[in-house]
């Protein structure tokens, strides 16, 4: 099933006495950009989530969140720094005595300076910290991805909607290309008729005439190799894997036969035909830059 490059997952829950929440979006990208958020203290998880990620995304502009919060008491300890709590202490009464204020300075005055103080908590086990996350995420994940799965079926439909619209218009110049030589040479008959006015016409000369005309715009070779094409493109969306590269590839070398058909086409109706073809190729060209 082939997949969009946009899309968006969220889970929360708790686990482990963690409240864990994981959210994923996506826009499209030519390769795979990863970005993330983590709570202050767990980065230790960004290249872990990327390495995880990656597996299973292959394109695509990638923003992760990730909020980590404790909801159970851990063991911890505080300690105090008493040379800056000293020089706090002896700043106030610096600051008392030069301005003649009233009282000493009060251990409520001194314990506003929060940094004399800090906190240690026991080191985290970053391989449970992972496992817990790894539980959310996944579940994320899998939203994330069924977003974009059902985001490129829409694709895939509409894709090959416009292909059955070109390979028809294919079949026409197919089916029209032998009348334009049949009508050139009977123009060119008629024309020279009227120069030669009653004189023998050279029969031979007007079927190398047309030979030559016929070369020239015999499009057969254009539209195997423009079928051939989409019976590539449409085994590549059956596949499953990732391939939105390669199938922007192919769509190059459609257009590259498109235009060797305009180039070929002698008939006003069949260059119509061409332009046609070249706004639904390049409609299919829209949707498939947008595909995983």
Known sequence: MIRSMTGFGRSEQKVDGREIIVEIKSVNHRYFEFGCRVTRSY??????????????????????????????EK????????????GY?????????AYSLAGEPSIGDIIRF?????????????????????????????????MREREGEKMK???????????????????QSPQTVKNYRRKLEERMKEILDGVQIDEQRILTEAAIFADKVAVA????????HFDQMF????????????LDFILQEMNREANTIGSKVQDAE??????????????IREQVQNIE
């Open 235 to 246: 085994s590549m969306l059956d596949s499953g894997e990732a391939i939105g590269r390669k």
């Open 75 to 86: 063991e911890s300890s505080v300690t105090v720094n008493h040379s800056l709590a000293a």
């Open 43 to 72: 980065s230790f998880l960004e290249e872990r989530l990327k390495t995880y990620i990656q597996k299973r995304v292959a394109r695509g502009k990638l923003d992760v969140y990730v909020s980590v919060n404790d909801t159970e």
């Open 89 to 97: 202490a002896s700043a106030l009464r610096e600051l008392k005595e």
């Open 221 to 228: 070779e254009e539209t195997v190799r423009l079928r051939s």
């Open 270 to 283: 069949l260059a119509h035909t061409v332009v046609n073809i070249k706004g639904e190729l390049e409609k």
């Open 157 to 175: 439909e509409d894709i090959l909607e416009k292909s059955d619209t070109v390979l028809r218009l294919v079949g026409d110049i197919e089916e």
């Open 114 to 146: 929060g940094d004399i103080f800090t906190v240690h908590k026991a080191p985290e086990d970053e391989d449970a910290v992972w496992a817990s996350v790894q539980t959310v995420l996944d579940d994320a994940l899998s939203r994330f991805i069924s």
